[in-house]
């Protein structure tokens, strides 16, 4: 192993064209601590044993980022309308310019997101990524399943052609049979007693505003509480669960469920013998 | 020797009430417009107009004010070596220091004051648009009467795949198919068995199972532009839906498959030669055929729902249709 040359001195040319580029940097993150906040939650440790499949999370937080980007950009040419949509579709996809590929990223990567969202969710499970502190994230994750499934819901009539419609009737058809408030549910999904004008600009609005930002809060959750609890290891792992955590002093915010593991936790154990 | 009260420094102004004058004189206006744009309205104005300026001349008098000469200090300036200003952490405290963690009434109350405004204000925004969001879906539900023509189009024993529209304003969406037979006249009244289109499964088309005549389609104009559209057609297999297999034979009973009902009917009434159109019901099965036939008929149900049998427990309520 060689020992590295000293570090030459940098040029005065160097360091000023350096200044000149850090500047904005440095001049956000001193009034803002944004950049400092932005490497706190990027620039984070992880278990050295962490595989590919951990990051199948951030896949699907891009398939969904995509959905959203490619979604604002086709509400821009298509109209909820009875009668315009289905034109206005076909507009997209055979008249406009990049049209049809804009319009397949959305079709197929709603695919994509949910195919990605199961995957996420399978490797947890198998992980026993869910398990005690992370249960909370479980259920948030859980729920973005949910609403992921309602923009598949909502988006599929959007198109307004003859299965849209009726995959629409049978799906809205199928909420009402629920016991009891079911009838309630259907009534409100339509917008009235029977599919009408206001049932695509319903859909449409769920689809574009209310959905997308529940999930939006949602995503902000899940990974605030992934940077909370940090990333586990896989179930093989040698290295202990949260081991930097016991090594670090107590903290003062009295949470000892982090601090100091609880004897029900495998922590301990594992945390002893690093 | 004690200072002397400085009686003749200003006071900081008291507080104005013609800001609110001003405001109510605005409220005023705008209910006035309202109301009574010729007289309320004017009246407010003049409110506003005259509290306006009084609130104006009030707040801008510390500027106008000629300003008074300073008389100079005739006090002798105590020297700054025997009175020394006694240091903050010395002498008695004005107030206990408060405990760790102590609260006051005030400020419990201004806490209060401003979660229970928030809440107030956010409630007075919120309810009104979540009402807006849910409650049209539930008021002004309904079927209007459709005019489906005379009564001669409707050959007595013949089948007719008849479209119309339910809210002509509403254009193609609103279009509903009901499968309309004319039976002859039952105690010297025409008698029509008028079923609808929709699966008593999940909602969807049912078709003729047999010949549909589309080269005998026929239009007719009913009232307000009404466009009833008519294809004759033999459904000697009954009816069956596309989308999950479920079967009913030609009286709408069901037969195979899925439905938990038979399909909906219409009811209907003549006037002045003419076929209209009236609410749709829900029917379990019909015995019969025909005009003789004895429909055991509920109220308009969603498709998939039981209206019989120990299930309809589980639909105990219905919107308001």
Same mark, same amino acid.
């Given at each position: 192993?060689?020992?590295a040359?000293?570090?030459?001195?940098?040029?005065?040319?160097?360091?000023?064209?350096?200044g000149?580029?850090?500047?904005?940097? /440095?001049?956000?993150?001193e009034?803002s601590g944004l950049?400092?906040?932005?490497?706190y939650?990027?620039?984070?440790?992880?278990p050295? /044993?962490?595989?590919?499949?951990?990051?199948?999370?951030?896949a699907?937080?891009?398939?969904?980022?995509?959905?959203?980007?490619?979604?604002?950009?086709?509400?821009?040419?298509?109209?909820?309308?009875p009668?315009t949509?289905?034109?206005?579709i076909?507009?997209?996809?055979?008249?406009?310019t990049?049209?049809?590929?804009?319009?397949g990223m959305?079709?197929?990567?709603?695919?994509?997101?949910?195919?990605?969202?199961?995957?996420?969710?399978?490797?947890?499970?198998?992980? *026993?990524?869910?398990?005690?502190p992370r249960e909370l994230n479980?259920?948030? *994750?859980?729920?973005?399943?949910?609403?992921g499934?309602?923009e598949?819901f909502?988006?599929?009539?959007?198109?307004? /052609?003859q299965t849209?419609?009726?995959a629409?009737?049978?799906?809205?058809?199928?909420?009402?049979?629920?016991?009891?408030?079911?009838?309630?549910?259907?009534?409100f999904?339509?917008?009235?007693?029977?599919?009408?004008?206001?049932?695509?600009?319903?859909?449409?609005?769920?689809?574009?505003?209310l959905?997308? *930002?529940a999930i939006?809060?949602?995503?902000?959750?899940?990974?605030?509480l992934?940077?909370?609890?940090g990333?586990?290891?896989?179930?093989?792992?040698g290295?202990?669960?949260g081991? /930097?955590?016991?090594?670090?002093?107590?903290t003062?915010?009295?949470?000892?469920?982090?601090?100091?593991?609880?004897?029900?936790?495998?922590?301990?154990?594992n945390?002893g013998?690093? | 020797?004690?200072e002397?009260q400085h009686?003749?420094?200003? +006071?900081?102004p008291?507080?104005?009430?013609?800001?609110?004058?001003?405001?109510?004189?605005?409220?005023?206006?705008?209910?006035?417009?309202?109301?009574?744009? %010729?007289?309320?309205?004017?009246?407010?104005?003049?409110i506003?107009?005259?509290?306006g300026f009084?609130?104006?001349? $009030?707040? %801008?008098?510390?500027?106008?004010?000629?300003p008074?000469?300073?008389e100079p200090?005739?006090?002798?300036?105590?020297?700054?070596?025997e009175?020394?200003?006694?240091?903050? +952490?010395?002498?008695?405290?004005a107030?206990p220091e408060?405990e760790p963690?102590?609260?006051?009434?005030r400020s419990?109350?201004?806490?209060?004051?401003?979660?229970?405004?928030g809440?107030?204000?956010?409630?007075?925004?919120?309810?009104p648009?979540?009402g807006?969001?849910?409650?049209?879906a539930?008021?002004?539900?309904?079927?209007?009467?459709v $005019?489906?023509?005379p009564l001669e189009n409707?050959t007595e024993?013949?089948?007719?795949?008849?479209?119309?529209?339910?809210?002509?304003?509403?254009?193609e969406?609103?279009?509903?198919?009901?499968?309309?037979?004319?039976?002859?006249?039952?105690?010297?009244?025409p008698?029509?068995?008028i079923?609808?289109?929709?699966?008593?499964h999940?909602g969807?088309?049912v078709?003729?199972?047999?010949?549909?005549?589309d080269?005998?389609?026929?239009?007719?104009?009913?009232e +307000?532009?009404?466009r009833?559209?008519m294809?004759?057609?033999?459904?000697?297999g009954?009816?069956?839906?596309?989308?999950?297999?479920?079967? !009913?034979?030609?009286?709408?009973?069901?037969t195979?498959?899925p439905?938990v009902r038979?399909l909906?009917? !219409?009811d209907?009434?003549?006037?002045?030669?003419?076929?209209?159109l009236?609410?749709?019901?829900?029917?379990?099965?019909v015995?019969?055929?025909?005009k003789d036939?004895?429909?055991h008929k509920?109220?308009?149900?969603?498709?998939?729902e039981?209206?019989?049998?120990w299930e309809q427990?589980?639909?105990?309520?219905q919107?308001?249709?």
């Open positions: 192993m060689t020992v040359p000293p570090r030459r001195r940098k040029s005065a040319r160097r360091q000023r064209l350096e000149a580029i850090t500047y904005p940097i /440095d001049w956000l993150e009034r950049i400092g906040g932005l490497r939650f990027l620039f984070r440790k992880v050295g /044993d962490t595989n590919w499949f951990h990051t199948l999370g951030s699907t937080l891009t398939a969904f980022l995509v959905q959203a980007l490619t979604g604002v950009i086709l509400a821009m040419y298509y109209q909820p309308d009668n949509a289905y034109q206005s076909n507009h997209i996809t055979n008249d406009l990049l049209g049809w590929l804009v319009r959305h079709k197929w990567g709603a695919s994509v997101f949910i195919i990605l969202l199961f995957f996420h969710m399978a490797r947890v499970f198998l992980f *026993g990524a869910y398990k005690y479980w259920i948030v *994750g859980v729920m973005l399943l949910v609403f499934m309602l598949g909502t988006g599929y009539l959007l198109p307004w /052609d849209a419609y009726w629409t009737v049978v799906g809205i058809n199928l909420n009402g049979t629920a016991p009891i408030l079911g009838p309630f549910l259907a009534d999904l339509r917008g009235g007693a029977e599919i009408g004008p206001d049932t695509l600009s319903r859909f449409y609005s769920l689809h574009m505003l959905i997308p *930002g939006f809060a949602l995503i902000g959750l899940h990974l605030y992934v940077v909370r609890l990333v586990s290891s896989p179930p093989w792992s290295q202990a669960a081991s /930097d955590y016991v090594e670090v002093t107590p003062t915010n009295g949470r000892s469920g982090l601090t100091q593991p609880s004897a029900r936790s495998g922590w301990r154990r945390g013998e690093s | 020797m004690t002397p009686e003749e420094r200003p +006071h900081p008291g507080p104005s009430l013609y800001p609110i004058a001003f405001a109510a004189g605005v409220a005023c206006i705008l209910v006035g417009l309202i109301v009574n744009p %010729t007289l309320i309205a004017p009246i407010g104005a003049a506003a107009v005259v509290f009084l609130w104006a001349r $009030d707040a %801008t008098m510390e500027y106008r004010r000629v008074e000469p300073i200090e005739r006090r002798e300036v105590p020297v700054k070596a009175a020394p200003a006694i240091p903050a +952490h010395r002498g008695r405290a107030m408060p963690g102590e609260r006051f009434p419990k109350f201004l806490e209060a004051s401003t979660l229970g405004l809440a107030v204000i956010g409630g007075l925004v919120t309810v648009a979540i807006f969001m849910v409650v049209p539930y008021v002004k539900q309904g079927y209007p009467s $005019d489906l023509g409707f024993g013949k089948w007719f795949v008849t479209s119309f529209f339910q809210h002509p304003d509403a254009g969406v609103s279009r509903r198919t009901a499968y309309i037979r004319n039976n002859g006249s039952l105690d010297g009244k008698s029509f068995t079923i609808s289109n929709r699966c008593a999940l969807c088309p078709q003729p199972n047999g010949p549909v005549q080269d005998q389609k026929k239009v007719v104009k009913g +307000h532009g009404q009833v559209t294809i004759p057609a033999i459904p000697a009954g009816f069956g839906c596309p989308c999950h297999g479920g079967q !009913y034979d030609p009286e709408g009973n069901r195979a498959g439905p038979g909906d009917r !219409y209907y009434e003549i006037k002045n030669g003419r076929l209209w009236l609410k749709p019901y829900s029917v379990t099965t015995v019969g055929q025909g036939a004895r429909i509920y109220k308009l149900t969603g498709p998939g039981h209206v019989d049998g427990i589980l639909y105990p309520l919107p308001p249709h």
